[in-house]
Nanobody, 114 residues
């Protein structure tokens, strides 16, 4: 299984970005997919999770601003990030839980300037 994350970049506070995580290999529609982030000097923390049935979970700090969605026809999961804040600056990673284990993408950097 390979995950390719993209969509990061530099944006001003209040702006928006959409991250994409394209998967290939032995994946299943029942897989749970998540976005996580790691700021400099910090641990990697979950941001948003979407199950195979479409149930979503968000960390409190992004509720109402971020939306996770999936397009199984394209094997892609998205993270729409609105009203970005400087504290959202981090490397964002996608993960996919399959019956064979959990896989991670390479990360994409999001920088929010004040």
């Amino acid at each position: 299984v390979q995950l390719q994350a993209s969509g990061g970049g530099l944006v001003q506070a209040g702006g928006s970005l959409r991250l994409s995580c394209a998967a290939s290999g032995r994946i299943f529609r029942s897989d749970t997919v998540g976005w996580h982030r790691q700021a400099p000097g910090q641990q990697r923390d979950p941001v948003a999770i979407i199950t195979g049935t479409g149930t979503t979970t968000y960390t409190d700090s992004v509720k109402g601003r971020f939306t996770i969605s999936r397009d199984d026809a394209k094997n892609t999961v998205y993270l729409q990030m609105n009203s970005l804040k400087p504290e959202d600056t981090a490397v964002y990673y996608c993960s996919r839980n399959t019956p064979r284990g959990t896989y991670w993408g390479q990360g994409t950097l999001v920088t929010v300037s004040s």
